[in-house]
């Protein structure tokens, strides 16, 4: 009797991954990432992206070229219905720009780009004293007294003993957004900032900024990690440094983007939703491959790799690749609006924006129910390095669907190098590895197969 | 009374992670990840070896700067202790080296590299129709018949559904070791191979090859990816394709390399070694950055690390860097007969032998008892993304231990690109993730730390 009470807990607690594990589904999943490993289409996709089309800044004609191009290829992909959504959004502008610190000898040369939504520099640029914080504590503590007038440099780090590299983002991100807005507020006459990045190379990374509610708004640029480390090292000679800096850029009124929304219909339950997608704008420096045209790929390769292994679904696959994720999520809202007012609810909803690196896992933003629901599939994906099952998740891009719907995923992948290439010259599809982004389309594509043949 | 039996049945079967962590111990892993992400001691070396030095071959004077230059950094690091041993090897020579198919057209030239240990054409070089094979086994079907006289194309693969790409290399490389051996016994006159590696590129990978007993001794080659598919591709056409190869090499005599062998001295337990190592030698393509130049930053930075973040280690730690692993394990073989004849033993004996990529683990080739040690001990290292603790393992290194010895670790990094760089000129410090390397010098540390505290 005993024996019978513990084998009965056992089962209840510590029952095997073997014994979670149907044989049969496992054999479909190996035959995913066979077909995805092999086949590499999704990496065949994502060249196309970026080498023939480029960069897809929000309202670009070349973000509306890829729509163009992911519309048809779901189609020949045997979308059901393939459409393109409008969306309104801001025109970014980028021209020549450039900075120099003056400090005694010869003008040294920064590599610098303008954040995103920064107002650029009058003509003839702007020139004045730098003046470095750390901290929006250091900066408030020099008040207008030590800022007016001045160049502020922010020089502030991600953490890099973070092992999540997007908590260390998370950490570091607010002197992007927020930089101009606080050193505005004491008379400063431009920002720089310490590119937020772990990669100690020589490219500037950009990314969204924002004024507020301010009608101060002076010109925003990063510089690269090498230069940030030279002005501090030039300050740190107790020295007067002056930094000249010229942006041409700024949002030029608005354009029309478009969002693609492609459906392969469920075979008995339709009408249940599932939503797989990522986003079709990039920045404008490098190619956006890790970032997101990565997550366009993987999501464009789910439906295609289900039919390639003959798995019909049930419910219906909706591929969606968002206009303008990184200058106000413009197409996000423009969908969920859409949803809403069509009464579509999705069944489930993952969106792909961690870039190209080995699969570790998913994020579940969901009921415990679901939860434990997604967690459970666990076994079937050790088997392909993916460990890492965890509550809370999702994307940017369904943030608008938070409250109206109710089970949002969030592909992770292997975070440690997606800052390397974040919103730099260096996000190309040269930095993209064939192998690790065709395992994250095979496992979300099992995964979506696990979820909808339960 | 029931729900005590379920307590202790929890106890004993379902016990919680957290409670396997001590918070003390977790805080100094902290630190060690920390300094490492930090400071990145591990790659400054790496740089320089891959720089500075550049390959190190075997019998190369390279390797041997390599090695003298290790030791005074081992010195410096506050070794007790640091030698060289001596070690005799074969000096491996390359010269020029190229090959061109005739298909009726121009020729086309497929980018190519000698295996090691080939003997060279003659200096005509020599051309000779082309047959191919996918295996031994079609080999065999063809006969002296089929391949007398001709050069063998083995366009054999890595099985690219293998998640682990070690596993899939194993299935492979037969070709590369044996392919000029069992093409020899029907007449062959020379080989070549398509790359072992799964990356779709241009770049030939070179590697070990063997004759065994045979006298027949026919000039052996890799070529690219491309080339591969472009020789498939004339072959496919039924039309008759040559090859012309020349290949400048081979085994020049005998010369001295040298082990680096540097000992930190535990304070109560010094006999008891604990040996963490990699080796010196690599390919003389590229710069043996992965391959094993990372191996030797891991080793190098442990005893580092652990007295940086100020743990007084009660065992001796050994750092032993390799002298010429890729063509014949020799420094291994030598460090090994040592060990035996001064009756030395290893407490426990560790190789990063796997390239930079990110951790994901460890193999333990020890007891049961040794295995559950050390996976009692993965709590610690799930924080950091390290989900993989099995048995088997080791290094090739420590294979001469193997019966003498007991306990052997082998590190496991992600194996998805290894195979991308290694043996090829793409194995250069460009390559390494700084992050990556520093997660693995910080993995291996905290885990013989936890080793040495229990």
Chains 1, 2 share one sequence.
Not at 192 to 210: E, I, K, Q, Y
Not at 214 to 228: C, D, L
Not at 307 to 324: D, F
């Amino acid at each position: 009797m005993m024996k019978f009470r513990i084998l009965a807990v056992l089962a209840l607690v510590g029952f095997s991954a073997a014994s979670q594990v149907d044989t049969d589904k496992a054999a479909v999943i190996k035959s995913i990432y066979t077909e995805a490993l092999g086949e590499q289409q999704g990496y065949e996709w994502l060249k196309y992206m970026c080498e023939v089309i480029g960069p897809r800044p929000s309202g670009s004609e070349a973000a509306n070229e890829a729509a163009r191009w992911a519309k048809v290829a779901m189609l020949q992909a045997g979308a059901d219905t393939a459409w393109l959504q409008e969306v309104e959004v801001p025109k970014w502008y980028r021209g020549p720009e450039w900075s120099k610190a003056y400090a005694g000898g010869v003008p040294v040369s920064l590599p610098t780009t303008a954040l995103g939504g920064s107002v650029p520099t009058p003509k003839e640029g702007v020139r004045a004293e730098v003046v470095e914080v750390g901290s929006f504590e250091e900066l408030e503590a020099l008040g207008r007294e030590g800022v007016e007038g001045k160049i502020v440099f922010y020089n502030t780090y991600m953490d890099h003993s973070l092992i999540s590299t997007f908590n260390a983002y998370g950490g570091a991100v607010k002197y992007r957004w927020a930089g101009a807005m606080e050193a505005g507020k004491y008379g400063a006459v431009a920002t720089v900032l310490r590119s937020v990045t772990l990669l100690r190379d020589d490219l500037p990374h950009t990314g969204a900024m924002s004024y507020g509610d301010s009608e101060v708004k002076i010109p925003s640029a990063a510089i690269s990690w090498q230069a940030a480390d030279m002005l501090d090292h030039l300050l740190g000679k107790g020295q007067k440094v002056e930094l000249e800096l010229f942006l041409d850029c700024g949002v030029q009124g608005t354009a029309t983007n478009y969002n693609v929304i492609a459906d392969f219909k469920g075979t008995d339950k339709a009408d249940e939703i599932m939503l797989v997608g990522g986003h079709i704008d990039s920045w404008d420096l490098g190619q956006g491959a890790q970032d997101d045209g990565a997550g366009c790929a993987h999501a464009m390769q789910v439906p295609s790799l289900l039919k390639e292994v003959g798995y019909e679904h049930h419910r219906t696959i909706r591929v969606v690749l968002w206009a303008n994720e990184e200058f106000g999520l413009d197409g996000a809202k423009e969908y969920a609006n859409w949803a809403r007012m069509n009464n579509v609810h999705h069944w489930v909803a993952l969106e792909s924006d961690g870039g190209a690196g080995v699969p570790r896992g998913f994020g579940v933003g969901a009921s415990d129910e679901w939860v434990e629901k997604v967690k459970a599939l666990k076994p079937y994906f050790v088997p392909y390095g993916l460990h890492e099952f965890a509550k809370g998740g999702g994307g940017a891009d369904l943030s608008p669907l938070r409250g109206y719907d109710n089970v949002f995923i969030g592909f992770r992948p292997d975070s440690q190098r997606y800052f390397d290439f974040h919103h730099s010259a260096r996000d190309r599809i040269d930095a993209i590895h064939p192998r690790s982004l065709e395992m994250g389309s095979a496992s979300i594509a099992s995964l979506f197969f696990l979820l909808d043949a339960l």
